[in-house]
């Protein structure tokens, strides 16, 4: 599986940006049964301490939000045609900022970045007051 990060940039505060994540060897929609989720690292944090943001059950549509700082203002969802899983960020906060990494197991949604076995090389979202 490979996963490729992109969209991320540098926005002022209430500015939005768009994620997207485009997974080869692992088939979206309802032939595939996976997660993809986004996980953020926030600035000095460790690997280890990568949040998760939101996830998306590829076969079913159900998403997940995992931050209530995020609900209402990111949006996840995915495109089986592109195989792409997409984290529309609106009215973004300086404390937005890090290192967005999308993530997929052949499962259902988890929190936790352990239960992930992919991953994408990240894309650096910063957001400046």
């Known amino acids: 599986v490979q996963l490729v990060e992109s969209g991320g940039g540098l926005v002022q505060a209430g500015g939005s940006l768009r994620l997207a994540c485009a997974a080869s060897?692992?088939?979206?929609?309802?032939?595939?049964?996976?997660?993809i989720a986004w996980f953020r690292q926030a600035p000095g944090a460790e690997l280890e301490k990568r949040e998760g943001?939101?996830?998306?059950?590829?076969?079913?549509?159900?998403?997940?939000y995992y931050k209530d700082s995020v609900e209402g203002r990111f949006t996840i969802s995915s495109d089986s045609a592109k195989n792409t899983v997409y984290l529309q960020m609106n009215s973004l906060k300086p404390e937005d900022t890090g290192v967005y990494y999308c993530?997929?197991?052949?499962?259902?949604?988890?929190?936790?970045?352990?239960?992930?076995?992919?991953w994408g090389q990240g894309a650096q979202v910063t957001v400046s007051s």
């Open positions: 993530a997929a197991r052949r499962s259902d949604c988890a929190a936790h970045y352990s239960a992930f076995g992919d």
């Open positions: 060897g692992l088939t979206l929609g309802n032939l595939g049964n996976s997660a």
């Open positions: 943001i939101s996830c998306i059950v590829t076969w079913s549509g159900r998403t997940l």
